[in-house]
């Protein structure tokens, strides 16, 4: 079953029991408290709280999400990825435990041709709190759960809350046994005793008690709310990855076909690496592999979301996973453009769930194009300067170590990242004094602001910029604005300012203005005569 599918079933069968179906919401979040959309919860965290109340009683809904805490352990586990899709239904003061676990279990082991997801029940391992015998009773009287498949756990390892006093309330969550093929047995009162054999699909979350202070999960539970509240989530690739019977999430539909974009590119084989770390090479280009696959699917719906490259925020994140993907390749052997086939690959796997990706595919592969572009000539550069850093610090005495000031060249000079820094420098056994690196940054910032106090209460020479408004012919009023043209190296931009006019930056130019009829042009069609800023630089 396609991941699509499963995606669209979900839907069908909230919508039939009477939810509010909802959209996904962008992965620019809707919480100014955080950078993307982290959870299918999200966009209903008013009303799961209290803050406002639910337009519905119910809802459900197929959300985009993007965390890149853990973006280490991509490629190196079956269920870290970047992007992922959590499926999710939610109720405000509607149903409750009894509702949600039926809805739970009918969904997951109801028949394919009913439109459900037809897994085996006897496959299923539920956790609950020790002390939720609600729950417990509903799986085993109701639903005739074997009581033995049903694990009680203390509250440091089943209760959910917000980290501080608010809603809280017991989790249930739902495991499905892949088979000895993939882990030990679980005894015990274990379901995770190993390996990769039982699967979390889908947790549910009771908000039953109001919590109160303390930390951890060392807090008092008050009472019970007045109002309670239902919010779940399954992992649409987890899912896709039982239904699919792939060993991980890279073998999906959805992900696959950039692993074999790369496979192609780069005549490596994916696969050979299943042994683990002891398969040497061959599991370092599997882990490379799947880092392409998913750092190109999150870069591409990150692009369509509107994130675009930048140095700080989300455009940072975007652009660390475009240069990670680009270096897997490079390190893959592919040293030529990549993401003009990567990232269609990636495209034409996810259009069938999201349409406004081929609606929107121009605007999203300029971007993704030119961001490679110009990593690749950074990566060039830097790489042979980052080199010989790490040969100058394996040869000192000591711990192997790159300096601070190597580091801060690197990232002043070349514009390499300092992640980048310790990422390839870590490949090669080699420490970077990341302290030394983050003084050097503080004290650059320090004198850019003291130079811009500076600039506040100076004063501004500006026969420069008369003189090139002679050789232009004069001024007019402006009218509207113009992307430079890229003649000769140059690149300007002109914007309105209501202070004195300050000529920023004018730096080795080649030819006279009036080599440059095209840049007359656009300084004669903006028709700015008004105070502005001239930015201009090679």
Same mark, same amino acid.
Request: some cysteine; overall charge negative.
């Given at each position: 079953?396609?991941?699509?599918?499963?995606?669209?079933?979900?839907?069908?069968?909230?919508?039939?029991?009477?939810?509010?179906?909802?959209?996904?919401?962008?992965?620019?979040?809707?919480?100014?408290?955080?950078?993307?959309?982290?959870?299918?919860?999200?966009?209903?965290?008013?009303?799961?709280?209290?803050?406002?109340?639910?337009?519905?009683?119910?809802?459900?809904?197929?959300?985009?999400?993007?965390?890149?805490?853990?973006? $280490?352990?991509?490629?190196?586990?079956?269920?870290?990825?970047?992007?992922?899709?959590?499926?999710?239904?939610?109720?405000?003061?509607?149903?409750?435990?009894?509702?949600?676990?039926?809805?739970?279990?009918?969904?997951?082991?109801?028949?394919?041709?009913?439109?459900?997801?037809?897994?085996?029940?006897?496959?299923?391992?539920?956790?609950?709190? *020790?002390?939720?015998?609600?729950?417990?009773?509903?799986?085993?009287?109701?639903?005739?759960?074997?009581?033995?498949?049903?694990?009680?756990?203390?509250? *440091? /390892?089943?209760?959910?809350?917000?980290?501080?006093?608010?809603?809280?309330?017991?989790?249930?969550?739902?495991?499905?046994?892949?088979?000895?093929?993939?882990?030990?047995?679980?005894?015990?009162?274990?379901?995770?005793?190993?390996?990769?054999?039982?699967?979390?699909?889908?947790?549910?979350?009771?908000?039953?008690?109001?919590? =109160?202070?303390?930390?951890?999960?060392?807090?008092?539970?008050?009472?019970?709310?007045?109002?309670?509240?239902?919010?779940?989530?399954?992992?649409?690739?987890?899912?896709?990855?039982?239904?699919?019977?792939?060993?991980?999430?890279?073998?999906?539909?959805?992900?696959?076909?950039?692993?074999?974009?790369?496979? *192609?590119?780069?005549?490596?084989?994916?696969?050979?690496?299943?042994?683990?770390?002891? +398969?040497?090479?061959?599991? $370092?280009?599997?882990?490379?592999?799947?880092?392409?696959?998913?750092?190109?699917?999150?870069?591409?719906?990150?692009?369509?979301? =509107?994130?675009?490259?930048?140095?700080?925020?989300?455009?940072?994140?975007?652009?660390?996973?475009?240069?990670?993907?680009?270096?897997?390749?490079?390190?893959?052997?592919?040293?030529?453009?990549?993401?003009?086939?990567?990232?269609?690959?990636?495209?034409?796997?996810?259009?069938?769930?999201?349409?406004?990706?081929?609606?929107?595919?121009?605007?999203?592969?300029?971007?993704?194009?030119?961001?490679?572009?110009?990593?690749?000539?950074?990566?060039?550069?830097?790489?042979?300067?980052?080199?010989?850093?790490? /040969?100058?610090?394996?040869?000192?005495?000591?711990?192997?170590?790159?300096?601070?000031? +190597?580091?801060?060249?690197?990232?002043?000079?070349?514009?390499?990242?300092?992640?980048?820094?310790? *990422?390839?420098?870590?490949?090669?056994?080699?420490?970077?004094?990341?302290?030394?690196?983050?003084?050097?940054?503080?004290?650059?910032?320090?004198?850019?602001?003291? $130079?811009?106090?500076?600039?506040?209460?100076?004063?501004?020479?500006?026969?420069?910029?008369? $003189?090139?408004?002679?050789?232009?012919?004069?001024?007019?009023?402006?009218? +509207?604005?113009?992307?430079?043209?890229?003649?000769?190296?140059?690149?300007?931009?002109?914007?309105?300012?209501?202070?004195?006019?300050?000529?920023?930056?004018?730096?080795?130019?080649?030819?006279?203005?009036?080599?440059?009829?095209?840049?007359?042009?656009?300084?004669?069609?903006?028709?700015?005569?008004?105070?502005?800023?001239?930015?201009? +630089?090679?």
């Amino acid at each position: 079953m396609r991941t699509s599918e499963i995606r669209q079933r979900w839907l069908d069968y909230f919508a039939s029991q009477g939810h509010e179906i909802r959209p996904s919401v962008s992965l620019v979040s809707p919480e100014p408290s955080i950078l993307f959309t982290i959870a299918g919860m999200v966009p209903f965290i008013p009303y799961i709280t209290g803050v406002e109340p639910a337009p519905w009683p119910r809802a459900a809904s197929v959300q985009k999400c993007i965390r890149t805490n853990d973006i $280490d352990n991509v490629g190196r586990t079956t269920r870290h990825g970047t992007f992922f899709q959590m499926n999710g239904n939610f109720s405000f003061g509607d149903y409750f435990k009894e509702g949600a676990i039926h809805y739970a279990w009918d969904l997951l082991t109801g028949s394919q041709s009913e439109g459900k997801y037809g897994l085996d029940g006897d496959r299923m391992w539920v956790t609950i709190w *020790e002390k939720d015998d609600e729950a417990f009773d509903v799986l085993t009287k109701e639903v005739g759960m074997d009581p033995r498949h049903i694990v009680r756990l203390p509250r *440091e /390892e089943n209760f959910w809350d917000t980290g501080q006093p608010g809603p809280a309330g017991p989790c249930c969550e739902w495991h499905y046994d892949r088979g000895a093929a993939y882990g030990p047995e679980a005894v015990g009162g274990n379901v995770d005793p190993g390996g990769d054999r039982y699967l979390e699909l889908w947790n549910l979350v009771f908000d039953q008690y109001m919590r =109160g202070e303390g930390s951890g999960k060392d807090y008092p539970l008050l009472g019970e709310l007045d109002q309670k509240a239902i919010d779940t989530g399954a992992g649409l690739e987890r899912l896709a990855f039982v239904m699919q019977d792939k060993p991980n999430m890279y073998e999906i539909d959805e992900v696959y076909p950039v692993i074999a974009a790369a496979e *192609e590119m780069s005549g490596k084989q994916y696969g050979l690496g299943a042994a683990g770390p002891e +398969a040497g090479a061959a599991y $370092d280009d599997d882990v490379r592999l799947r880092v392409v696959a998913d750092h190109v699917r999150s870069s591409l719906m990150l692009i369509g979301d =509107g994130v675009r490259p930048g140095n700080d925020g989300r455009g940072y994140v975007l652009r660390r996973l475009i240069r990670r993907a680009v270096r897997s390749m490079r390190l893959l052997g592919v040293d030529t453009a990549t993401m003009p086939t990567l990232l269609t690959a990636s495209k034409d796997a996810m259009k069938a769930s999201y349409p406004e990706l081929e609606e929107n595919w121009g605007t999203i592969s300029e971007v993704a194009y030119a961001e490679e572009d110009a990593f690749r000539r950074t990566l060039t550069a830097g790489t042979t300067i980052l080199d010989a850093a790490v /040969e100058k610090a394996k040869v000192a005495p000591g711990a192997p170590m790159i300096s601070g000031e +190597a580091a801060f060249s690197l990232h002043d000079t070349y514009g390499f990242p300092i992640d980048l820094t310790l *990422e390839m420098a870590s490949e090669q056994g080699v420490h970077v004094d990341e302290a030394a690196f983050r003084a050097l940054m503080e004290e650059q910032k320090e004198r850019a602001r003291a $130079d811009a106090r500076a600039k506040k209460t100076g004063h501004t020479d500006v026969r420069i910029f008369h $003189d090139i408004e002679k050789e232009l012919g004069g001024g007019s009023t402006f009218v +509207a604005t113009q992307r430079a043209p890229r003649t000769h190296k140059w690149q300007a931009c002109w914007s309105m300012a209501f202070q004195p006019l300050r000529l920023v930056r004018l730096l080795k130019l080649k030819s006279s203005w009036t080599e440059l009829p095209s840049m007359r042009r656009w300084v004669v069609s903006s028709q700015i005569t008004a105070p502005f800023d001239l930015l201009m +630089a090679v």
